[in-house]
């Protein structure tokens, strides 16, 4: 099969029927094998009915139920299980992703050798309060990853080769670093692509200001695994040393400072009056606090059962 497309959604009754039609007209225009993989994650309207109408008429269309809504990330990571083609294409199903994008993000893996392709909306269709934080979002997310030529993190519209999906694992609210999960995987080709960005058509957006602080909060906890999450003694171990020896130095010279006052019988008040002498003893005790911390997380890591778990692309 050539192409899997991934399709998650929340209450889009309305846009599943012209999403699929277009998706089925550019696919036959271009003689693609295929399949959609509509995941229902937890929707209050019909959406589910019309995917049932739609997989009774249409062998390609696939669908996915989840009780209650979980979020993105858990409803592509099951999307992605799915999924049985070449390339796996993922879109939102509000119809602002433009499914006449396929043949070229399709050409973008197969001929090209991208193993990951992200859609790039230089020209969009939202508000002011929405664009402006996408931007710093963005920004900010370029400068942690290190992947430079990404300006569109966020964007639904995206395709993979299949070995990324099969060898990431998406969840909690990571769907928005996927290019990242992907270049940790050691899946470092990683391309762009200018999309069309539509106009919302029906409903309304499910996405609210939240997301953007809850964002950075996620690409800190993935840097900081990615980078110390096999190794966290290298961290902890490192601060706790420097702010243990800090506050050590800072302790010696109050004591050397005190004997040499009294045996010079110049008077002094109690080194333990001076508030350099907690400042010390506090700095002391975080810094053993976190030097146990790493050696704790150490620990933990070694004993963890994939600690040996390194992805071998192949073998002869």
Known sequence: MDISVVIPLYNEEESLPELYAWIERVMHANDFTFEVIFVNDGSTDH??????????????????????????????????????GDVVITMDADLQDSPDEIPGLFKMIKIDGFDLVSGYKQKRYDPLSKTLPT????????????????????CGLKAYRKDVVKNIEVYGEMHRYIPYLAKNAGFDRIGEKVVHHQARKYGSSKFGLNRFFNGYLDLITLWFLSS??????????????????????????????????????????????????????????????LFLSGFIGDLVSRSSHDRNDYKIEEEI
């Not at 009774?56 to 990330?73: D, L, M």
């Not at 942690?144 to 966020?154: A, E, P, R």
């Open 47 to 84: 959406s589910w009915d019309v995917i049932q109408k739609l997989a009774e008429t249409h062998p390609e269309v696939h669908g996915i139920k989840f009780r209650r809504n979980y979020g993105k990330s858990p409803a592509l990571y099951c999307g992605f299980k799915q999924a049985q």
């Open 228 to 289: 110390f999450g096999r190794k966290p003694m290298h961290v902890f171990g490192f601060l706790g040393t420097i702010m243990f020896f800090i506050g050590f130095v800072a302790a010696v010279i109050l004591g050397v400072d005190k004997i040499y006052a009294l045996a010079n019988g110049i008077p002094q008040r109690l080194v333990t009056d001076s508030p350099y002498f907690y400042i010390a003893l506090t700095m002391m005790i975080i810094g053993t606090q």
């Open 135 to 154: 931007k710093l979002f963005n920004a900010t997310a370029r400068k942690i990853s290190g992947i430079k030529n990404l300006h569109d993190f966020n």
